[in-house]
């Protein structure tokens, strides 16, 4: 891990850990016990409130669409400003409420007593917020790409413990999809060697600013990865990989980014090297944006006039689809010797994908108790039910999931079924030779 706060001492084997808390004692974190202190008066109020912080956003509009029919009088619609978290409330209907929140205030604990789970999907700035939560044992989820941040919560872990808190980090499409994905290519195998995500992202569709302004401030970012066990710096399009996402004839090349899944999935599924490729669905402008961060195009753009001109920019011009494409490349051992496995999730319009993603882990938490600490998603969090949440939403979703297609074929499987796992229009021409 990255130097700063420990965050374990050891991986979680996600093959044993779904749906159960890591073993106690792994986190260490200094902290104060006075946040905990107001644990037991906590637990007599009456707990059931949805607050969703930032929900009058691009993101939090679509989580909120997709959480207020099914626990109606219960969501809260929280931003600075109250006349658009209210607007908002009225607009989604359903019994939502708003509320003006600054999750930079020093105590709102008076905002927190009817509160049963938070949901946040706007950047902060650190974990105060999330600390006030967990010492009232209110469970905790956040849709944030910042690894530092992430870092800084997970190393809460102990805390949540004390307070009987669940907080699930790592939601959204990436991370969050890619981390689910990588478990089950994890799961699928002996001993898993290496890991490769691969995004592509449509510069056609739609992405939220705050998105928008990650993307910009990594453009030439130094990170670490694991290789080998072995800590290793690398710069945002410093190197690249080719790819075939589904349904393309001819692979893209993908290029380094620092997405904070692939620091993550190195302890959670401890896989000795991992590392996260982006690339456009336009090879020219995939190009081009690698071509300007190695020139040092990322210098200028954290400038505020020319990274507020480059974010109206991605906004509001459109280029090409609004493709979403995840693929999990996974080299390891099988019982049948060394396998490489590839599975993906294709779907459109990457801001839907995670609003939805969202929106189907605060159900899981909402429904079950899913034991007390700091998770990941790929830690707790059921895939299938992510999968099927997103298929509901969108009909084109291209989902390959199955690890080994061939082999899950039983050996009395017609040539009719066979054909048709691997060519749809081959099985057509089988069946119609037959009936000749």
């Not at 809260?76 to 109250?82: A, D, P, Q, T, W």
């Not at 929140?101 to 706007?122: F, M, P, R, T, Y």
């Not at 689910?180 to 490769?196: E, G």
């Not at 509901?392 to 054909?419: G, H, I, M, W, Y």
Request: proline share 3%; aromatic share 6%.
């Amino acid at each position: 891990m990255s130097n700063g706060t420990v965050i374990g001492c050891g991986p979680s084997s996600v093959k044993f850990a779904r749906f159960r808390s890591r073993a106690s004692g792994c986190s260490v974190m200094i902290h104060s016990d006075d946040l905990a202190s107001e644990v037991s008066d906590s637990k007599t109020q009456i707990r059931e409130k949805i607050m969703l912080v930032g929900g009058y956003g691009q993101v939090g509009q679509l989580i909120a669409e997709r959480l207020a029919p099914s626990f109606p009088d219960r969501l809260i619609i929280v931003g600075r400003s109250l006349d658009k978290a209210a607007a908002c409330a009225t607009r989604i209907g359903e019994g939502a409420t708003g509320r003006a929140l600054d999750v930079n205030s020093e105590n709102l604990g008076s905002h927190l007593e009817d509160v049963a789970l938070v949901l946040v999907c706007l950047d902060q700035a650190d974990s105060r917020f999330v600390e006030q939560c967990l010492s009232r044992g209110i469970d905790y989820l956040d849709v944030t790409a910042s690894y530092e941040f992430l870092r800084r919560v997970s190393a809460l872990d102990s805390l949540a413990k004390r307070s009987g808190a669940t907080a699930v980090l790592s939601v959204g499409v990436a991370p969050g999809l890619t981390n689910l994905i990588a478990a089950q290519a994890v799961n699928a195998m002996n001993r898993t060697n290496r890991i490769d995500v691969f995004i592509q992202l449509g510069l056609g569709g739609r992405h939220g600013k705050a998105a928008i302004a990650w993307m910009i401030d990594n453009l030439d970012a130094t990170y670490d990865v694991r290789e080998a066990s072995q800590q290793m710096s690398v710069r945002s399009f410093g190197e690249s990989r080719r790819v075939r996402f589904p349904g393309q004839r001819v692979a893209s090349i993908a290029y380094r980014f620092n997405f904070s899944d692939q620091q993550v999935l190195t302890w959670t599924l401890n896989v000795p090297s991992v590392s996260t490729w982006v690339c456009f669905d336009s090879r020219f402008l995939t190009w081009l944006l690698a071509a300007g961060a190695r020139a040092g195009l990322g210098r200028p753009m954290r400038k505020p006039g020319w990274r507020a001109a480059a974010i109206w920019l991605f906004r509001n011009v459109r280029v090409g689809s609004d493709v979403c494409a995840v693929v999990v490349r996974a080299a390891g051992k099988t019982k049948q010797g060394d396998r490489t496995l590839e599975l993906s999730v294709v779907g459109r319009n990457e801001v839907l994908m995670t609003a939805v993603v969202a929106a189907e882990v605060a159900r899981q938490m909402l429904s079950a108790k899913l034991g007390a600490g700091v998770f990941h998603s790929e830690q707790i969090i059921a895939l299938d039910s992510v999968v099927s949440a997103l298929k509901d939403e969108l009909k084109d979703l291209l989902v390959n999931l199955d690890p080994f297609p061939l082999e899950s074929l039983t050996s009395d499987t017609s040539q009719t079924q066979l054909a048709s796992r691997l060519n749809p229009l081959a099985a057509g021409s089988m069946e119609k030779q037959g009936d000749l």
